[in-house]
């Protein structure tokens, strides 16, 4: 009885060699890494520890603070941050209406495609020290 388990055993091992040495390893698909995805132009971060106050004094909160683009470009923010920010055209004790972001969680992008020249003011509903300017002109 044991020499017939051993008898099967043996076959079970040579068919399982013979399985594994007949899969050709090279047709299987290649293992690649992902690309990064490109980062839009006209790209305005709100960067860890933009919630912090002493932010505002360095221009700071938004990078850049300030950027200029031609009519019918979009621009886009990103919040870096571990805090929710917001992205809202006026100011703190004045919003014009024109776009607002709402509330932005950690690494959610925000985008406004602005058609006419114009300074346009902004800045974070939560934290009222982040300011930024877009300047649209030809």
């Not at 709100?46 to 360095?58: F, L, S, T």
């Not at 932005?104 to 114009?118: A, N, V």
């Amino acid at each position: 009885m044991n020499k017939k388990i051993g008898i099967v055993i043996g076959v079970i091992v040579l068919g399982m060699i013979f399985v594994v040495s007949n899969i050709n390893f090279e047709e299987q698909a290649e293992i690649t890494q992902p690309e990064e995805p490109e980062e839009p132009e006209n790209l305005v971060l709100m960067p860890v520890k933009a919630a912090r106050p002493d932010c505002g004094p360095n221009d700071e909160c938004y990078i850049p603070a300030k950027i200029t683009i031609k009519p019918g470009e979009t621009v886009y923010w990103k919040n870096q941050d571990a805090a929710f920010h917001s992205v809202t055209s006026g100011f703190y004790d004045d919003p014009d209406g024109l776009f607002d972001s709402e509330l932005l969680d950690p690494e959610d992008i925000f985008s406004y495609k602005f058609t006419e020249e114009g300074i346009y003011d902004y800045y974070c509903t939560l934290h009222p020290w982040m300011k930024g300017i877009i300047l649209v002109e030809r």
